[in-house]
Nanobody, 121 residues
Framework: QVQLVESGGGLVQAGGSLRLSCAAS????????MGWYREAPGKQRELVAS???????SYADFVKGRFTISRDNAKNTVYLQMSSLKPEDTAVYYC???????????????WGQGTQVTVSS
């Protein structure tokens, strides 16, 4: 089993910054893709950013130039630095990791518990 612990959410004014962290632990052989999703009230969960083992990064258009994703493989941790926050960025943010729990190639996806980000205008 793999556990994900998120931290760093909170309340911030428009234009401010927050940094989210997500640490993975448990039965981890290797981690492939790490990513962040968000879910706003009344909307579907959407991908914000992702990063592969080889540091190939992808961003949703609505965060390009404002958010930065990074990972620390030694700590099994993924970060999301959010700057120039807007009220429309208000959502619950979830980390998601793609994990191999043993040397076999099968991958499993796990979700964090979610952390609330609220941006006031």
């Amino acid at each position: 089993q793999v556990q994900l612990v998120e931290s760093g959410g909170g309340l911030v004014q428009a234009g401010g910054s927050l940094r989210l962290s997500c640490a993975a632990s448990g039965s981890i052989f290797s981690i492939n893709v790490m990513g962040w999703y968000r879910e706003a009230p009344g909307k579907q969960r959407e991908l914000v950013a992702s990063i592969t083992t080889g540091d190939r990064i992808s961003y949703a258009d609505f965060v390009k130039g404002r958010f930065t994703i990074s990972r620390d493989n030694a700590k099994n941790t993924v970060y999301l630095q959010m700057s120039s926050l807007k009220p429309e960025d208000t959502a619950v943010y979830y980390c998601n990791v793609e994990v191999r729990t043993n040397p076999l190639p099968q991958l499993y996806r796990y979700w964090g518990q979610g952390t609330q980000v609220t941006v006031s205008s």
